[in-house]
């Protein structure tokens, strides 16, 4: 819009001299001179009209440019933040249940189990990660841990089922490979999209990894 209002401006500045001196040679003529004058009359406020129309487009001009700054640098910032979430060397940024001493071995492998949810599974809320003693084996800092998961995908039963069981299998090779003093895992999900279903899946610890101990599913995913 600036653009046009710079063109008519220029326009309207040169017409001013020449209706002046067409109106000057027709009044040296004694010819009517009084049309020129009022083109030159019409030249001159329409040149000045172009010229605040100028300056105002020319502050939105600004203005929208300072929004567009304004923009990239808090979509720049959001997107380190967004990097930083995902650094998988930074500390889970949301609180679950049960809440556990800070540096306490419980906190850590809670810590260490969101994150690998949060990074890894989409459509995944975590209701709770219980970190128990694993009493079983009779030796100090064995642990289990219990996960209890949403998942919000709104899938049918066969599909959910397949990517529980994928979601569940990652998540306990992941504890497996990392975390040796954890030698139970178990994992149970709740299912909003189909009237709040339930899965369940149990691994135990052999050698430096873990299997499949059990699996409970509603009667739904038979279907």
Known sequence: ?????????????????????????????????????????ISTITLIISFVGFGLTMDNTASDTNNITTNSSATFTDS????????????????????????????????????????????TSIESISINENLGTGEDGDYIILARLTWNQKNKASTSKEMLSMYSSDFAARIGMEQPSVKEVAIFWTIPYLNNASAKWSYERVDAGMQLSDNMLDSIFAE
């Open 1 to 41: 819009m600036n653009n046009l209002f710079l063109i008519i401006s220029c326009i309207s500045f040169l017409c001013i001299p020449v209706f002046v001196l067409w109106a000057l040679l027709n009044l040296i003529r004694k010819k009517p001179a009084k049309k020129t004058f009022i083109f030159s009359g």
């Open 80 to 123: 380190s933040a967004l990097q930083h979430t995902k650094n998988p060397t930074s500390i889970p940024l949301i609180s679950v249940e049960p809440t556990y001493e800070a540096e306490s071995t419980e906190k850590k492998l809670q810590d260490y189990a969101v994150k690998i949810i949060t990074e890894n599974y989409t459509y």
